[in-house]
């Protein structure tokens, strides 16, 4: 895995959804999140503006969930499941994207990913209203003897 390398193309699980991306930081800005819906869907997501996202096959596939504040949007491929991307709450200007969608990429490559505080969102406390780090996840790999 190349952290500095920010150009990708994705898909969903089952391929109905292609996409090519440019994450703004590449996956070195990779996180987590531990809001209700992140904490369950479990992904690691890495950054991308609102322009540098284009579906290039299947969008008829993609299928939007929105909850509580209706601010976020999360796509989904209604074929297999699989969480493509979302419109960020905390930044409408940005895309979170599944670093597992993307070409080459595992969620276990991360050793270490930092979480973000969801349950206590940053648009919703003060601007001195606490860390927006709530955890980092590890993932270590056993080695084969």
């Not at 996180?31 to 322009?51: H, W």
């Not at 490559?109 to 940053?122: A, I, L, S």
Request: hydrophobic share 30%; charged share 20%; aromatic share 10%.
């Amino acid at each position: 895995m190349n952290s500095g390398q920010t150009q990708f193309r994705g898909s969903c699980h089952c391929g109905a959804v292609r996409f090519q991306v440019r994450l703004t930081g590449g996956l070195g800005a990779a996180r987590r999140c531990n809001c209700s819906y992140c904490s369950m869907r479990g992904a690691v997501a890495v950054t991308a503006a609102l322009g540098d996202l284009e579906i290039t096959s299947g969008e008829e596939w993609l299928t939007l969930y929105q909850f509580n504040t209706m601010q976020a949007k999360h796509y989904f491929c209604s074929k297999c499941g699989i969480y493509t991307h979302h419109q960020r709450r905390s930044n409408p200007d940005e895309y979170g994207v599944n670093a597992a969608c993307l070409d080459g990429v595992s969620p276990f490559d991360f050793p270490e990913v930092p979480v973000n505080e969801g349950r206590n969102h940053p648009c919703d406390r003060p601007a001195d209203g606490g860390s927006d780090i709530a955890g980092y996840l590890r993932y270590f790999p056993v080695t084969a003897p």
